[in-house]
């Protein structure tokens, strides 16, 4: 039978039946009839949504983390038809994203109520965001096992989770891949590492198909080296260290987002991806283009002699990751292959700052 052939479902969805449909429906969301026939009101789209929702099981996403890039990958799916949800730790952080149009669970997995995540039973895909801390590591997979209980007979079979490419630790300037043997050189990078490990074994005990995404130094609108000169943030001792590498790696959230959608629709073999841009470079070239930026669109805007984010403390080479494996199998082209046009991109679609004084 065809997809749009089938009637609307007007019965509950057994999780059984969500999964047979879910092999068959690969198509973007139809109106039914009804809603070609009859004036909208707020009841009827509600109940036309979640018979929608029924009849379209396949797009279901759980953001475990609706951090930065969860965000943006929440509204851009949205916007694409998808039914989203996701998790903040605070009442007060759900407030302000309900407020944005979002549909938000409270769930802190170091005082976890796994209660609230029943909700994951009938989604069919999740993207976990949640970091790994440094004494305990990662705060989901430490109770794996309730976890997975909360998934038992449910609908997922998609599971991407965002890692870093600090596991590789420090390649003295070298070019690494995804083969590259991880040298963690910190014990946050070394829970990461574990984090990663853990997410792909659970993945496949669920028999889901799991990907581990390795992101470079996040960046996009609210989030750059525009908005860090112009807020006059103190960059920690560490993050000057960094400033000092001669190659640090980083992405556009846009290009993030971008990458979760290809790894949705396409047959790939790999596990484990990096997903950077084509340009690693030194922080110090990055705020330097910056600054450089700032100056062309707001002349005297900044104090331009400003070093204070240079430290004279050794960085270290660092890494030149590669990205050949993400561009080649999910045949991904680059939004941003260079911080040069992700910051002028960002530059040009900004209002001109107030900037606090001091
Ligand atoms: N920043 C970078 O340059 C960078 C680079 C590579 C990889 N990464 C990693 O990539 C992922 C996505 O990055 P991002 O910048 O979007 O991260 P982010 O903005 O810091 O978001 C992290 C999310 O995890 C949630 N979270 C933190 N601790 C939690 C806990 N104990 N229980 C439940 N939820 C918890 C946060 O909750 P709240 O919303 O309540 O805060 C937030 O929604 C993160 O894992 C990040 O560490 C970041």
């Given at each position: ?288 283009f910056a600054q450089q930026l700032i100056q ?63």
């Amino acid at each position: 039978m065809k997809a749009h052939a089938l009637p609307a479902a007007r019965f509950p969805a057994t999780p059984a039946l969500l999964r047979q449909n879910s092999r068959h429906f690969h198509s973007p969301k139809f109106l039914t009839l009804s809603s070609l026939t009859s004036p909208p009101t707020t009841t009827h789209l509600k109940s036309e949504i979640d018979a929608n929702k029924m009849e379209f099981p396949d797009k279901q996403m759980f953001i475990l983390g609706m951090g930065y890039v969860g965000q943006l990958f929440a509204q851009q799916l949205k916007n694409e038809g998808w039914d989203v949800a996701g998790t903040c730790t605070s009442v007060a952080k759900k407030k302000v994203l309900e407020q944005k149009g979002f549909d938000i669970l409270v769930f802190d997995a170091m005082e976890p109520e796994w209660k609230v995540l029943d909700r994951l039973r009938c989604c069919t895909h999740l993207l976990v965001s949640v970091p790994p801390t440094v004494d305990i590591g990662d705060p989901i997979l430490q109770r794996a096992e309730t976890f997975k209980a909360s998934l038992a007979d449910g609908n997922l079979r998609w599971l991407c989770y965002l890692s870093t490419t600090s596991i590789y630790g420090d390649a003295s300037g070298a070019w690494v891949d995804e083969n590259y043997f991880p040298k963690p050189s910190n014990n946050l990078a070394k829970m990461r590492l574990e984090s990663e490990e853990g997410w792909l074994k659970l993945g496949q005990d669920l028999g889901l198909s799991t990907y581990v995404f390795r992101l470079g130094g996040i960046y996009g609108p609210g989030r750059s080296a525009i908005d860090t000169i112009l807020k006059k943030e103190e960059l920690s001792e560490r993050q000057k260290r960094r400033a000092n590498r001669n190659f640090t790696s980083r992405v556009h959230v846009a290009d993030i987002c971008q990458v979760l959608k290809a790894s949705i629709s396409t047959q790939i073999q790999r596990k484990i991806y990096n997903v950077v841009d084509d340009d690693p470079a030194s922080r110090i070239e990055v705020f330097a283009f910056a600054q450089q930026l700032i100056q062309q669109r707001w002349p005297g805007l900044i104090d331009v002699s400003d070093n204070s984010i240079i430290s004279k403390l050794p960085g270290g080479a660092g890494k030149r990751v590669s990205n050949a494996h993400v561009k080649k199998d999910l045949g991904v082209q680059l939004l941003y292959p260079s911080y040069r046009s992700g910051l002028q991109s960002i530059i040009h679609n900004m209002e001109k700052p107030i900037l606090r004084c001091g």
